[in-house]
Structure formats: C-alpha cells, structure tokens
C-alpha cells in the first residue's frame, strides 16, 4: 500500500512553531542529498523555526533551552472522519529540557506549554526522550526524577499529568521512552545500562535487555501498527554512549546492527519511518543518517551549520509514517521535512553491444529512464514510471545495430512513492561517447 502526500495547507508544528519551508523541494543540486527534502511554500512557508520565532509565538513565557524528544501524532479528538483534509494536521511535542518544559501546539497556529511547579508531581527534572499516542497519552522520560511521567492531552487543547512509574531500581535515569501500538512501553536506561518494558495491562516493569552500554534513543514499530510496511515487531536502540545501534525484536534478541564509521559519531535519537527504515540524529556531526531495516547504510543527509539541509547538533527526531513528515529538534533551530529519495552510486558499464546502468535509490520510487542518441531529436524510454524497491537497481540495453557514434544522455527520473510525490522528483544524467567495436 502507498500513500501519497498532497494537502496544501501547513499541517505541523514542530517543537517551537509552525514549520514549513522557504525553498520548493525541486532543488536537485548534488550539495545535499534529497533523501529529505523541503515542503513546498504552499505545504508551508517557513522550514527552519529558531528561539526568534518562539518569542514571537510565546513571547518571553520561555525559550529555547537544550532541546531534546520529539513526538508526533494524529489525535483521534481532533480527527473528522467524513474528511482526509486534516489528516496531516499533527500534534507536536517537544522536550525542553533546560526549561523542564513541553512544548506542544494545540491548533495549527497556537502554541501552549506545559511546566509543573517545582517541587510537585507535576514538574520534570531535565527531561529527555518523549512518546505519544493518538489516545492523548503523552510519556515523558524524566531523567533526574527516575521515573517515566503519564502526561494526557484532552482532545489536543491541554496537556496535564496523570500520573508516573518507574521500576524497582535505584539508578533508574531513563533517556527515552518508545510506545508500542497495544500500549506497552520500551525505555531505554542510560544509567542502569538497561532496556526496561512496563506492561499497560499489569502496569508492571521487567528487563528486557541487561547490561547494554549506555543505552540513549530508542525506537519501536509492531506488526500490529496501521502504518507499519513489513509486518513485524523491532526495536531499534542506540547504545555505547551514541556509538552504535542494535536491533532486536521485543523479546531483546539482537537481530542486527549499524555502526558508523566515523569515530566521533553521536547518536543520539531515533525514529522510523512506514518502510520501517531508521533516521538516527548525530549531533557531533551535524546530520541525518538512513539505515534501512537490517542494518544497513542507506544515506547521511545534511552537515554541520545553519544553512538549508544542515543541522546544528540535532538531538530529537519523529516521523509520521503515514505521510512521511520528519521534525528534526538542533540547538539552532527546529526544521521540518519530507520524505524524498535520492539516486546514488550511478554506473554506466558497457559489455560488447549491451550497455548496464546501474544505481541506488534510497527510498523506494517509481523510476522513468531515457535515452537520447546522437543526432535524434527525440527520446527513447527505456524505463517508464516503473516501482523500484530502496537499493540496488540495474538495467541493461541492447545498443542497436543501427546506433550511430558519438555521445549517448542517459537520464534517470525518480519520483518517491509517498511523503513528497506531487512536487518532488530525483534527476540524474549520464554522459557516454560511443563507438561500435
């Protein structure tokens, strides 16, 4: 099943107000990689939202302050079920954690913030990860409280406190916290070296992974979730202090892995897409990075700064699976996102009369290939709008007899097949002179 993403109306806050972007999304320079890419202006006319926007959304009732978790999700409170018009319109939670505060939007426009007194059940104490559910629950890993806080948002317009738990442990300082459809969290405990489960029908708290070192984000997806590609139950968790990711399955057996190559990589969340890939934020390096659902390397997307498609220490990430919507948390700014694809490691290999074009696509899309031959005015399609899985692609072509020398344009178009489609498309061109042997 695909989905496709067309509303023209912004539908997202992230973090600290409603984003958007300020470029169309068919920029397809090779400066940055289209694995994200821009809304167009009509989607939403800002991308990036800094401590500046804030104040003018907020005034000075807070400000930006170590931003960490993000969640998103579509209430079923704030759903219309005789209209799709609304269905990108999310709720936004995002950690402040230097403020002790959540961040949250409760209409496109409008931005309230939840802050408990100091000293009560109510408040956080630097707080990390965040999970949330279209119910309206909200859990909060609240790190230096020991204990995961139950918050609850009434049909998207307040967010107040229910209640907490935390396991018998005396050095439980939870980092983040991932909620499974049925109800049942996963927290990861960066202190404990721990991946702990708390069952919502028993309320009860168990281990699940014992002695992982440093546990930081954590991410999970079930085969019982509507938006879920491969019908499966993983988690997927980043561990040695940001250095590597393991995935298991929810019984915590280690199925897989991913470890980047640079030394100074910081990993620090997690999220994951409907194809059930990952996109881990590295802080240390200012980027984005896509492995696909065993492990594997698919893309890093952005760099260090504070121009388009780079990021400054980004910590929190979400998608939305259903529509492919990213919200990225940094230290600058908070952006937004969709879901594109790009077209990587391109080869053009020729083998008596056959010639063998291959590439990589970093999101499944529907691919058109076409050729123009020295001298012809008119194009010859090779590939017409066909669905390509992400990876590995190849196609070969008979040169025809009657092929004149001289130079061949090979041009690959690829079109993502959700998030992005209407406006988004991947181009590359391939040169190559050809004489008959």
Known sequence: MIFYYNRAKVGILIFILCLASSIYAQNND?????????PT???????????????????????????????????????????????DELSVYGVNAGKNEIIYNTSLLNIEIYRGEPGTPES????????????????VADKDNGRIAHL???????????????????????????LASGG???????AGSKIWTWDSSTHHWKVLIDSIDTPLGIVSYDRNDEWTRYKQSRLGIICENGKKVVITDFEGRKLSGYKPEEKNAALRYIATDYYNN????????????????????????????????????????????????VCVAESYAAQYYLIGTDILATDLSRNGETLRLSFELTERADVTITVMQPGKSEVDTLVDDRRVPQGG????????????????VFRISAVPSYSSTKFFRANRVIRRDFKHN
């Not at 104490?125 to 309206?136: D, H, L, M, T, V």
């Not at 948002?153 to 018998?168: A, F, I, M, Q, T």
């Not at 760099?303 to 990021?311: C, M, P």
């Open 278 to 325: 990952y996109y881990l934020t590295d802080a240390a390096n200012g980027r984005i990075i896509k492995i696909d659902r065993h492990g594997k390397l698919i893309d890093t997307i952005g760099s260090e700064g504070k121009g388009d498609y780079q990021f400054q220490h980004p910590q929190g990430i979400a998608v939305w699976k259903r529509f492919g919507q």
């Open 184 to 190: 049942d969290l996963f927290v990861s405990d960066s």
């Open 124 to 139: 956080l104490q630097n707080p990390r990860g965040i999970a949330c559910n279209a119910s309206g629950d909200v859990y």
């Open 393 to 408: 692609f190849t196609h070969r072509w008979e040169i025809p007899e009657n092929a004149r020398e001289g130079e061949y």
């Open 30 to 38: 090779r400066d940055h990689s289209t694995s994200l890419v821009f």
């Open 41 to 87: 202006k009509s989607h939403a006319p800002l991308r990036k939202a800094t401590g500046t926007h804030l104040f003018f959304a907020v005034g000075t009732a807070t400000s930006v302050d170590n931003p960490q978790g993000v969640a998103l999700t579509k209430l079923r409170g704030q759903d219309d079920p005789d209209t799709e018009d609304d269905d």
């Open 152 to 178: 609850f948002n009434e049909e998207g317009k307040n967010l107040v406190y229910r209640s907490d738990s935390r396991p018998n442990a005396e050095n439980f300082r939870p980092f983040d916290v991932t």
